[in-house]
């Protein structure tokens, strides 16, 4: 079978001289794309979409933009650049050269660390198929369609890995990658967070804040892996994954933006009653993802995190910029213990605590996104403050997972959990009331009435821009 | 943040007490409804039996085993109509994650080799009631199941995965710990259900464990169920089991009530059995006593409402509880002196109803226990000396304490009255791990000398049981205190990891059986690595686990 792979697969990975990797692409890339159609946003396939194509990794090539049918989209396979004299970073082996092959002895671990990635980013496309149909606009359209697409490509860089690296058993994970489903009850994604609907736009945003900004910071520590193809493949996809942040941190603010409007425009009146999101029903989606998406870092303290980083698999973020001592082998760490009744200091090696340093930066980095948005409010004269919650808020995995928190961290009892609990997340009136607002505005320059327009279009596009070609 | 290297302690552990009920579990969850049980499991993480170690993911500790071991044993006595039960994880997507790497970790030699013991045996007793009892286990492995987990599944007839693509059953001991999997777990997968050994050695070396399809395919597991059908599928496969098994809705049950022993210094006083202490001399006594006003119940059901006060069976209870005791709460003894006092007609009076009544559920299901008892004193890792004095009754059933000792002491003398004898009980109601009765194992190379034994249809002096081969050694009365004084101090001054060893070997003659080699093979292999540098050292596998330490490990093979 001659396919001319570099024309339908762009990659900088030598594939049309790779005979293995080309064997399994064999296989493997027709049922992606049957995947793609069947579980992808798949009543749009025939829509010409304006999307961003990576056709290489330099200046030029990763950002071509032009209309295109979303199956037909070129899934390209693209590495950052090698660093020849690149040396493990961190972990016992530091300073050592950086393995290009698989280490036997860290095969397994690799392995998993790689499919428990390489789950989420099929089953955030699973999880947001349906979306298109109530898209704000024809621009919002198309944001959530790039989102999806480079989601996609995610999962063929860490398919090329298990291709490349993994033998017969990463072709067979590779396939499951396409077998387990969102939500699915008999075979639903890996992680937790990643089996929950969002069926609405506001959801959306917030999982692109911050479910995808968990997915960041994973990328941040794999980037820094002793494995170099895993590190630099993760290191292309940072750059992708800063667009889905940039679509959910620019969304939420629409909303807020929307919402002040009305507030001004109708003082002293319930902003539903304009059909805008008033403030603190914001404040309750924001309490979900944040909350849902901290589960998403592991348990505080971990063995699995410690073999992890003293084997050279997964670093810390930015471990080469940031920290000066790589082993962390004679530091402690302290943490807050929840012992069912308080909340004590507790110190552990480090190492074991290395989800929690990786779960304390993401949330740093959350809290300046809440601020952006808390500058709009100041901004327009609004009292109201958004609130990143506190991280032992409403977890389900992890030793905060056995006991109620209020937002500011502080334990309740499960009586007042429960009387409070409308007021910290979303009730099914709530999500009655903003799936109510979520109806499709597909004409180009128009917008629905509960968020409001983008500063600027994609690429230099003006907001009215064809978008979408439905 | 070294794990400082745990030493054998001279200071006793604080004693474990084996004795609980349903309702005070933990851990576990009986329901019975029928003739079906459901034991479910959902450790709670803080309960464990010692400080310093969080029972995460269901795993286990002793603690946990007790209450499985509690359970097993009342639903054979107090649940004998159920025909088939499901052992299911309570946890979401949990079944059970083995013992708890920390807990062992933290424990000392002495102390793994029988919790692992003690675990072994809780197991082979799922078995033995399939075997024995009409009763069929299915395991439910509703998720993560590996190492402890996966070899619990294995003491099951039937096992059940989810199929929900990423829940695996694993060994991950080897890989991840250094150390193997010791509950049966390597030896029911080649022996019992005859995984083929490459694959059985792929599977032991792969941490992560290997999933649903490839699971079935390799014989790991015996079905699989996707996870909305799940309890469905699990009705069904349990349906099929019990149609495996007789019908037993006619029985009903008793209530094993507590033992509830009364100590005072260094005696536990049972009903029917004293443990005297001598922790100086490094012995214990373990007086078995047959009641003088006990009348033999007439036929079956009478030792049915007799229930737990049958004489008989609760004798048994109570050697169970106190060689429980021996071995987990006093290591510092190492030599236990078995003796009996009463009349011998009351034995073989018990003997003769077991043998008459022996098709009614009851009577069955007590011959059975007495089995499984005498099994732990002859894998009791102390040695054992029988005390065949003035006033004893080492006869039939209780003929067999003596036959599982070491060495039979008797005293032999025409002004003592000693009387030992056999019951046809001793033929064939007893065997040991390798299939044998004592008697068997004791002349293997002499069978015809077993049939001798078996002949002998009263009881018969010292002189007899000499001629017999009963006897070690039988001096009269003026040497008798001196003898045993010296076969006494001579065996408590050698040294303990040597005896262990020897008995081990001695003990047990003849064929090799699935419960030979685990007691035998397995768990010795596993007990010399907990004891090597390359799990248990400073950089040993078992020590790094969860800490910030990665092994360093010696490569050279022994």
């Known amino acids: ?470 | 943040m070294e794990n400082p290297p745990v030493a054998e302690s001279s200071t006793l552990p604080e004693p474990v007490n084996f004795e609980t009920h349903p309702d005070q579990y933990r851990h576990w969850s009986l329901e019975v409804e029928g003739d079906r049980a459901r034991l479910t499991l959902a450790v709670q993480e803080e309960a464990g039996l010692r400080p310093g170690y969080v029972l995460k993911l269901n795993s286990y500790d002793l603690g946990v085993d007790v209450e499985l071991n509690d359970a097993i044993r009342r639903l054979r006595f107090e649940h004998p109509q159920v025909r088939v039960v499901t052992i299911t994880g309570g946890l979401d997507r949990c079944f059970c994650a083995g013992a708890n790497i920390m807990m062992l970790r933290s424990s000392p030699h002495g102390f793994k080799v029988n919790f692992c013991k003690f675990t072994n045996e809780t197991r082979c007793q799922l078995e033995d009631a399939s075997a024995h009892s009409g009763f069929r286990f299915l395991s439910a492995v509703n998720g993560a199941c590996a190492g402890g987990g996966y070899e619990l599944a294995l003491a099951c007839d039937r096992i059940v995965l989810v199929d929900d693509r990423s829940s695996t059953v694993s060994f991950p001991e080897t890989p991840l710990l250094g150390v193997l999997p010791g509950t049966g777990g390597l030896t029911r997968l080649v022996d019992k259900r005859k995984v083929r050994r490459d694959l059985a050695d792929v599977f032991s070396t792969t941490a992560e464990g290997i999933k649903g399809k490839r699971a079935l395919r390799w014989g790991l597991v015996d079905a699989l169920a996707p996870l909305s059908k799940f309890e469905e599928e699990v009705r069904r496969h349990e349906e099929e089991l019990k149609a495996e098994t007789p019908d037993k809705s006619d029985r009903s049950g008793i209530v094993l009530s507590a033992l509830e022993p009364t100590e005072s210094g260094d005696t536990v006083r049972y009903r029917h059995v004293t443990l005297t202490l001598d922790p100086e001399a490094r012995t214990a006594r373990v007086l078995v006593e047959a009641p003088a006003d006990a009348a033999c119940p007439a036929d079956g059901e009478a030792a049915r409402a007799l229930g737990d006060t049958w004489w008989i069976f609760r004798a048994f209870r109570e050697i169970e509880d106190a060689l429980l005791r021996l071995r987990i709460n006093r290591p510092d003894i190492g030599l236990v002196l078995l003796e009996t006092k009463g009349d011998i007609a009351t034995v073989l009076a018990a003997d003769q109803l077991m043998e008459s009544q022996q098709s009614h559920w009851f009577v069955h299901e007590v011959r059975n226990f007495i089995k499984i008892v005498l099994k732990r004193l002859d894998l009791t890792a102390k040695s054992l000396f029988a005390i065949v004095g003035e006033g004893s009754c080492f006869g039939g059933t209780l003929l067999e304490l003596a036959l599982a000792a070491d060495r039979i002491y008797a005293i032999n003398d025409p002004d003592v009255e000693v009387r030992m004898a056999v019951s046809s009980l001793n033929g064939g109601a007893y065997p040991m791990a390798n299939g044998l009765t004592r008697l068997q194992t004791r002349f293997l190379g002499t069978p015809d000398q077993t049939k001798r034994v078996l002949g002998e249809s009263s009881p018969f002096d010292i002189d007899t049981a000499e001629d017999l081969g009963l006897t070690t050694s039988a001096p009269d009365s003026i040497d008798w205190e001196d003898e045993l004084r010296v076969a006494i101090e001579e065996r408590v001054s050698f040294s303990p990891d040597a005896l262990t060893g020897m008995e081990a070997n001695l003990r047990f003659a003849g064929p090799e059986t699935l419960e030979t080699k685990i007691f035998g093979r397995l768990t010795a292999w596993q007990n010399w690595i907990f004891q090597r540098p390359n799990a248990v050292g400073k950089r040993g596998a078992l020590s790094c686990y969860g800490t910030p330490n990665r092994p360093e490990l010696d490569y050279q093979r022994t």
Not at chain 1, 42 to 65: C, H, I, K, P
Not at chain 1, 92 to 103: L, N, R
Not at chain 1, 200 to 226: I, N, P, V
């Open chain 1, 1 to 470: 079978m001659a396919i001319n792979y570099s024309e339908k697969i762009p990659n900088n990975v030598d594939l049309s001289s790779d005979k293995r990797l080309q064997r399994a692409l064999e296989r493997w890339q027709p049922a992606y794309i049957q995947w793609w159609k069947e579980t992808g946003p798949s009543d749009f396939n025939d829509a010409d979409v304006y999307l961003r194509t990576a056709v290489s990794v330099d200046r030029e090539g990763w950002a071509q933009f032009g209309h295109v049918k979303m199956p037909d989209y070129r899934w390209g396979i693209f590495l950052a650049e090698r660093d020849k004299d690149r040396t493990i970073p961190f972990g016992d082996h530091a300073g050592e050269p950086v393995w290009q092959e698989v280490p036997g002895e860290y095969r397994n671990a690799l392995r998993r660390l790689i499919v428990t990635q390489a789950d989420t980013e099929p089953a955030s496309v699973e999880q947001q198929r349906l979306l298109g149909h109530t898209a704000p606009s024809l621009y919002d359209m198309r944001n959530l369609f790039q989102v999806n697409v480079e989601e996609g490509r995610h999962l063929w860089a860490m398919v090329y890995l298990l291709h490349s690296y993994f033998g017969k058993d990463g072709r067979e994970e590779a396939e499951e990658l396409l077998e387990r489903r969102s939500g699915n009850p008999d075979h639903p994604r890996i992680l937790t967070t990643f089996n929950e609907p969002v069926e609405d736009w506001l959801s959306f945003f917030c999982f692109t804040t911050f479910t995808d900004r968990d997915g960041k910071y994973q990328l941040l520590a794999l980037a820094e892996s002793g494995f170099d193809p895993l590190a630099r493949t993760c290191r292309f996809m940072l750059t992708e994954e800063a667009h889905h942040m940039f679509v959910g941190q620019t969304g939420i603010n629409r909303v807020i933006k929307r919402t002040i409007e009305v507030m001004n425009e109708h003082p002293g009146h319930d902003v539903r009653e304009y059909g805008a999101i008033p403030l603190e029903m914001i404040q309750k989606w924001v309490n979900r993802w944040s909350s849902s998406s901290l589960d998403l870092f592991g348990a505080e303290i971990s063995s699995n995190a410690s073999t992890f980083f003293a084997e050279g698999l997964k670093g810390r973020a930015y471990e080469e910029k940031k920290y000066e001592d790589h082993k962390a082998l004679d530091e402690a760490y302290e943490i807050d213990v929840w012992t069912g009744e308080r909340i004590t200091k507790e110190e552990v090696p480090l190492r074991n605590a290395m989800n929690e340093v990786l779960r304390t930066d993401y949330i740093e980095d959350n809290r300046r996104q809440v601020e952006v948005w808390n500058k709009t409010l100041e901004r327009a004269g609004v009292d109201f403050r958004m609130e990143y919650p506190h991280r032992r808020f409403n977890r389900k995995i992890g030793m905060y997972a056995n006991g109620h928190f209020d937002p500011q961290g502080n334990p309740v009892s499960a009586e007042e959990w429960n009387a409070n609990k409308a007021l910290w997340l979303p009730t099914p009136e709530d999500e009655a009331y903003v799936k109510s607002l979520m109806v499709k505005v597909h004409e180009p320059g128009k917008i629905a009435g509960w968020i409001a327009p983008p500063s600027k279009g994609i690429n230099g596009q003006p907001f009215d821009f064809e978008y979408v070609k439905l």
